[in-house]
């Protein structure tokens, strides 16, 4: 069963991007996390901020369906590498964390797309899907 880390990005990443935080920032060279962003919405800004902060990540890629939003996101936070959909960026890019910033109805197919593309960790904006029937395996693990 895939379990989705559904908390505020600010609490996820430095338990999960660099444990422990201070022997990897005093490091010569700091290792990348490489993330992706699927969803270039409103909310989508907030978590590119939150990244862009962070030193030991860059943002690898961003997806959306909707091309104008896409191109306005990408440029706005200076992201190259753009795709029209979930597949193309998980095919492109190898990352070590995907966010999924869309609505929640595809939410939980696009957990299982990117854990089935082998990505670790997969943060979902609240909720993970309109109920726990349409989660499916992307339920929360108790």
């Keep these: 069963m ?8 600010f609490l996820l ?4 991007l660099a444990s422990p935080c201070a022997p990897l920032r005093e490091e010569k060279s700091v290792k990348k996390y490489r993330v992706g962003i699927i969803g270039c919405g409103g909310r989508a800004g907030g978590h590119a901020d939150a990244f862009r902060h ?16 896409l191109q306005k996101f990408c440029d706005r936070w200076e992201i190259e590498n753009r ?6 960026l998980l095919e492109a890019q190898k990352l070590d964390l995907v ?7 595809p939410r939980p197919q696009l957990a299982e797309e990117c854990a089935a593309a082998g990505v670790p960790v997969i943060n979902a ?3 993970v899907a309109f109920d726990m029937a349409a ?4 339920r929360c693990s108790p």
């Design 54 to 69: 962070m030193e030991e990540v860059e943002i690898a890629g961003a997806a959306d369906l909707q091309p104008e939003r």
């Design 2 to 9: 895939l379990s989705l880390i559904g908390v505020d990005l």
């Design 13 to 16: 990443c430095p338990s999960v």
């Design 83 to 88: 795709y029209q959909t979930s597949t193309q």
């Design 99 to 105: 966010t999924l910033v869309t609505l929640p109805g």
């Design 135 to 138: 989660a499916g395996p992307a």
């Design 125 to 127: 904006e609240k909720v």
